[in-house]
Antibody, heavy 124, light 107 residues
Framework: EVQLLESGGGLGQPGGSLRLSCRAS????????MSWVRRAPGKGLEWVSS????????HYADSVKGRFTISRDNSNKMVYLQMNSLRAEDTATYYC?????????????????WGQGTLVTVSS | SYELTQPPSVSVSPGQTARITCSGD??????TYWYQQKPGQAPVLLIY???ERPSGIPERFSGSSSGTTVTLTISGVQAEDEADYFC??????????FGGGTNLAVL
């Protein structure tokens, strides 16, 4: 059974940093790209970032580019999202999601498994 | 990047058919995917590549495509289908794009 377990959410200060983690199990982790997707309160889903299966091929939404960094540790089946220069508009539940292929491309960039999410609140 | 447009809400009575549309200029050239999200739960993939259904998804969920509009059809709607539904596509960047979401109310 595929499981994705996020952690690291909580209260962050504007301008501050948080690091989200996602532990994966139940599938061959190195064979799949991974993504982070968020949902702000009262809003819809927003893709945040993706990373290829070997840790290359990273992509970011314009709203987080230059502030967030995605990475992965294939040995420990972990994905991370380093969030710097936090803003109030980053407040959301962040989901770790499994991509259906090694790389996110225009034909395969969709998500067949999701974690339960971790809530990030940015407020002073 | 481009936009996907969904109606904010759709209402249907139990047993009827619900149709949720998603419109976007790039849809004739890209596949569309559909997700269901219930309150407090993770999204679930319902439809991939416009019309394909993952294993475990009930047959009452189906997808279709015509020009710049794709449609998620839920036949014989049940109370448990009350949820938010999101369409998604991806451009050549690749940048996954989600529609704004449609809240399905089962009255």
């Amino acid at each position: 059974e595929v499981q994705l377990l996020e952690s690291g959410g909580g209260l962050g200060q504007p301008g501050g940093s948080l690091r989200l983690s996602c532990r994966a199990s139940g599938f061959t982790f190195i064979d799949y790209a991974m993504s982070w997707v968020r949902r702000a309160p009262g809003k819809g889903l927003e893709w945040v970032s993706s990373i290829g299966s070997y840790g290359d091929n990273t992509h970011y939404a314009d709203s987080v580019k230059g502030r967030f960094t995605i990475s992965r540790d294939n040995s420990n089946k972990m994905v991370y999202l380093q969030m710097n220069s936090l803003r109030a508009e980053d407040t959301a539940t962040y989901y770790c999601a499994k991509v259906v292929s090694r790389y996110c491309n225009s034909m395969t960039c969709y998500f067949d498994q999701w974690g339960q999410g971790t809530l990030v609140t940015v407020s002073s | 990047s481009y936009e996907l447009t969904q109606p904010p809400s759709v209402s249907v009575s139990p047993g009827q058919t619900a149709r949720i549309t998603c419109s976007g200029d790039a849809l004739p050239k890209q596949y569309t995917y559909w997700y269901q999200q219930k309150p407090g739960q993770a999204p679930v993939l319902l439809i991939y590549k416009d019309t394909e259904r993952p294993s475990g998804i009930p047959e009452r969920f189906s997808g279709s495509s015509s020009g710049t509009t794709v449609t998620l059809t839920i036949s014989g709607v049940q109370a448990e289908d009350e949820a938010d539904y999101f369409c998604q596509s991806a451009d050549s960047s690749p940048t996954p794009v989600f529609g704004g979401g449609t809240n399905l109310a089962v009255l």
